[in-house]
């Protein structure tokens, strides 16, 4: 068993609701979690600037997102946790990688501590009743095809 096997921690149905948080859009209008209004699936997955396994999971998902979108319909919001020192290199970083997310902002660590997440990156993916139906807190290349499959699931239903 690899070390990455021996880390991973991935959940499947946990059932748990996605708490309502009060956070910030780059351009600092508040937006509440429980509010995304998101039809189909969802994935939130957390990050920060300064970590590198965040940046390259959402890099390979942003070169898929499109086709993703098109064929499941899911919607994938980045929920930084850069705090007051750094959240200023998001929306530089976010818009010079073409994200086409919603990026929100949890400087305070609120939403980050609500939803249990103790590192980043951090990737959970709700069903089209705003349940945890998948939690993965680490990243591998490979892992956006596990996480697709799992879209693929929610879609279908």
Known sequence: MSAFAQNESHTSSTGKKLPAVQLVDMEGNAVNTAELGFEGPVVISFWATWCSPCKRELNTINDLYVD?????????????????KTKNSVPVYVNGKGWEYLVLMDPNGDFKRAMGVNN??????????????????????????????????????
């Open 68 to 84: 993703w979108q098109e064929e499941t319909g899911v919607n994938l919001v980045a929920v930084s946790i850069d705090d007051e």
């Open 120 to 157: 980043v990156p951090h990737t959970f993916l709700l069903n089209k009743n705003g349940e945890i139906v998948y939690s993965l807190n680490s990243y591998a290349p490979g892992d956006e095809e596990r996480l697709y499959e799992e879209i693929i699931k929610l879609a279908a239903e």
